[in-house]
């Protein structure tokens, strides 16, 4: 009787243990936990529990993370940040010397993290709670490549670490942020959450990363329970089939959240007749936007806005500006006006069925308006390639500007689309050459407060539809899965998806 | 077989190892993409910093000088250093090569064993029911692809019978004999994939070489003297199909090492394959490099010793 009593006990208290074990899965791998030296997505994620950085992004808005705010220092550019109460994994208090060190730690290591090296010259501490960021030059992507992306590490941990490019960090590595280290195994990451940070659940133990090489057999962990939420964009044609038969997946759920990439049709600026905004703009009316949604991403997507900036990126997006739509016989018109002599262009494209589908269907609306295309499609690298080499005339393309809608600087300011050695310096590949639009696209980088970037990137947007350097397509929908069978309480946010601070805090277990 | 002979074969495997190096050294360069790429892919990055990454892996050098210095490590013993995993390739390679070849050696070796004893069985009872069966199957499963196969076997006893973990190595909560019972429970699946893919297939080889051993006149020899059939079959039938059948496993034992990518990328099995993919992938030039090598090296080496294997297995064949 004893015994089973026993066993009952047991079997109890592992039913309520793993009922507080959150288990997600990461496609890649996990080779190392060193925040300098993040190769794939999964360990991406990882590190982005593991540790915090000063400042962050939230629906397109830099709020404070680690810091309470920021003040920039035009006459010194230089940033000033106020740390909050915070404590590292070990116990220890997040102090100025740590954040000092953090930075610092970069310039003397020569760490290759984005392109700090180029433009920070050090840190300094004001007092036990400030610290001072000084760099070359002072614009909105300092705070982009600097407060918000590089981590705060424990100075008495790194500064016994000589060479960090070789330091895998497994053993016990040591953030701030709300989940701590537990275990690394080939194929998981085991790690608990950290009672002392703010965002930490309640109710949840710890959570497991499982590292997993396939979606579908991920997919189908989910499906069974093993999984709770998968760390990727499910497919749109398997989000439908999940959304259209939920007797079939009773117990997975689709989040649709706004995307943050868009789709773009890039032009040849430095070519004869894309340079010219009237055959630029006939290429914009000619295309079925709501088609290539429905046909190409079966709906889950969003036509693309006027003014390039997606939804996602709320505090900045002007909805005034509107959303692309076909206008054939405007289309014609244009055509009309342009210099375009009839002959074929051609639409470079990479190999991907999504793309390919899409540029199918972009040849057919131009073909109907009388511009002649042939696809010209490459593998991933090819494609980097002939993009460098400014080598098509027409190219479909993607910005990421859903988190750092500034980064549109980077893909159409001209200074980054100069030629050197046969090749785009930047990743201007159009060549985009407006000086109206250099000038808009550096307002955006001088405006830090919120006030001044609604009105910079309003402005940017509305010249952004006038000019059309690029034809905005569309936008995908983000599409995460996850799972009510061991869990309850999923909070979805439009903007940030299933997997959030809310969730995890409303999380509780099925049983 | 003369010593002079074996002298030869190893100098030749030497040379052949040497130019399989050097070759696969032009071909890994010559793929399309940068590998430092992915280091500086912001596109905020500045062209100083760029070359500062390609000066700390060597990339900013002419691709000869690049070649000798490759040589000189080779030589040493030292691939070069992963640019993924920022260590040593040959530690990384070491790392996965024990989880590969437990995935592959198990059921590569069972299924050799039960391909060999039903292979000489059913080429002794040609045409008979089972012979038909094991060639139906063998023909069908030749047609399947493997991870089709793979993903059915997961269907039904992973996904509905819920009888193996659906993918993995190890539970990441399994502690001492349970870790032990846990990499029994994940590796079963995979291991009868493999064991089912090849099995039909390499008995319908032993069949075919049994029937033409049967045709041979010592046979009708041994019959005429009284053997029985189970005698036939283990001296004379069993023995004279080893020798081609060594060239099949020590070829096969190459192969494993190369690792089963489409079955470790199904069940997430970190093995050697998952290694070459991920290697490929992010254009890991020394990596990549070192998968191949190994997988080139125990080729060459696996057929050197099944030639010699074989001259002491066969007395007809001669070497001079």
Not at chain 1, 224 to 253: C, I, S, T
Not at chain 1, 314 to 332: H, P, T
């Amino acid at each position: 009787m004893r015994r089973f009593l026993f066993l009952a006990l047991t079997v109890l208290i592992s039913t309520f243990v793993f009922s507080s074990q959150l288990n997600v899965a990461v496609l890649g791998e996990v080779r190392s936990l060193n925040p300098f030296l993040v190769k794939s997505s999964a360990e991406r994620i990882v590190v982005g529990y593991l540790y915090e950085t000063l400042l962050t992004e939230r629906s397109g808005q830099i709020v404070g993370a680690l810091a309470e705010d920021f003040q920039v220092d035009f006459s010194n550019n230089s940033l000033i940040l106020k740390l909050r109460d915070r404590k590292f994994h070990d116990g220890s208090l997040v102090t100025a010397d740590d954040v000092v060190f953090s930075f610092n730690y970069i310039l003397q290591k020569r760490l290759p993290l984005g392109p700090i090296l180029a433009y920070f010259t050090g840190a300094e501490k004001i007092d036990e709670k400030t610290v001072k960021l000084k760099f070359r030059t002072m614009n909105v992507s300092m705070l982009s490549f600097a407060p918000m992306a590089i981590p705060i590490i424990p100075k008495a941990v790194w500064e016994k670490v000589e060479k960090p490019l070789e330091f895998p960090n497994i053993e016990k590595p040591i953030g701030s942020g709300v989940l701590m280290f537990e275990k690394l195994t080939p194929q998981s990451v085991v790690m608990k959450f950290f009672k002392d940070h703010p965002d930490a659940p309640q109710a949840l133990d710890s959570m497991v990363l499982h590292i997993v090489q396939d979606e579908t057999m991920g997919f189908l962990g989910l499906v069974k329970g093993d999984y709770d939420y998968l760390f990727w964009n499910l497919d749109p044609e398997l989000a439908k089939q999940v959304m259209e038969n939920p007797n079939k997946y009773p117990n997975v759920k689709v989040a649709l959240i706004e995307g943050g990439v868009v789709n773009v049709m890039l032009f040849n600026h430095r070519k004869s007749p894309m340079n010219d905004v009237n055959f630029r703009k006939a290429v914009l009316y000619a295309l079925n936007y709501k088609e290539l949604v429905e046909r190409v991403y079966s709906g889950l997507a969003d036509v693309a806005s006027l003014g390039l900036i997606p939804k996602r990126a709320k505090a900045v997006y002007d909805e005034s500006v509107g959303l692309v739509q076909q206008n054939v016989s405007m289309a014609k018109e244009l055509l009309k006006k342009s210099n375009y002599d009839g002959k074929k262009l051609t639409l470079l494209v990479s190999s991907d069925r999504k793309a390919m589908d899409m540029a199918e269907y972009i040849k057919l609306y131009l073909k109907n308006v009388g511009i002649q295309v042939e696809l010209d499609v490459q593998g991933p690298e090819g494609l980097t390639t002939k993009l460098k080499k400014a080598d098509f005339d027409l190219a479909l393309y993607s910005y990421s500007l859903g988190s750092h809608p500034e980064m549109v600087f980077y893909h159409l300011h001209s200074s980054r689309g100069e030629m050197k050695d046969g090749q785009v310096v930047g990743f201007n590949y159009g060549g985009v050459n407006i000086p109206e639009l250099d000038e808009a696209l550096q307002a955006i980088w001088m405006a830090f407060s919120e006030k001044d970037r609604v009105e910079a990137f309003s402005k940017l947007q509305k010249l952004l539809a006038e000019v059309v350097p690029v034809v905005p397509l569309l936008v995908p929908v983000d599409i995460e899965a996850y799972s009510v069978k061991n869990f309850t309480g999923w909070i979805v946010s439009p903007t940030e998806g299933a997997m959030n601070v809310e969730t995890l805090k409303s999380l509780k277990p099925a049983r | 077989m003369s010593f002079s002979y074996l002298v030869k074969r190893i100098i030749q495997m030497l040379l052949t190892i040497l130019v399989a190096v050097t070759v696969s050294f032009v071909l890994i360069r010559a793929l399309p993409g940068d590998p430092a790429e992915r280091f500086y892919g912001d596109p905020r990055i500045s062209e100083e910093v760029k070359q500062e990454i390609k000066a700390a892996f060597g990339l900013d050098k002419p691709v000869l000088i690049q070649y000798l210095s490759f040589l000189k490590q080779f030589f040493k013993g030292d691939l070069g250093v992963s640019y993924t995993y920022n260590r040593r390739v040959v530690g990384v390679v070491l790392e996965r090569l024990p989880w590969t070849l437990l995935l592959t050696a198990v059921p590569t070796i069972l299924g050799m064993i039960a391909s060999l004893n039903l292979g000489v069985y059913i080429g002794c009872k040609r045409n008979s029911f089972v012979d038909k069966l094991v060639r139906y199957v063998a023909f069908a499963l030749h047609s399947v692809p493997t991870f089709w196969f793979a993903l059915l076997l997961v269907l039904l006893f992973s996904f509905k019978l819920g009888w193996f973990p659906l993918q993995g190595m190890i539970d990441p909560s399994a502690r001492g004999f349970s870790s032990f019972i846990s990499l029994l429970r994940h590796a079963f699946l995979p291991w009868l994939v493999i064991f089912v893919v090849n099995v039909p297939g390499f008995a319908v080889y032993v069949r075919n070489m049994v029937i033409s051993i049967l045709n041979e006149e010592f046979i009708v020899t041994a019959k005429a003297k009284g053997l029985t059939e189970r005698q036939i079959r283990k001296r004379h039938i069993l023995r004279n199909a080893l020798g081609p059948l060594f060239s099949m496993l020590t070829l096969r034992i190459a192969g494993m090492l190369g690792g089963a990518v489409l079955i470790e990328t199904i069940f997430s099995w970190k093995g050697m394959g998952l290694l070459v993919l991920e290697a490929s992938r992010n254009s890991d030039y020394p990596l990549l490099q070192a998968t191949i090598i190994i997988t080139i090296v125990s080729v060459i080496v696996a057929n050197f010793l099944a030639d010699v294997l074989q001259a002491a297995f066969d007395p007809r064949v001669r070497f001079e």
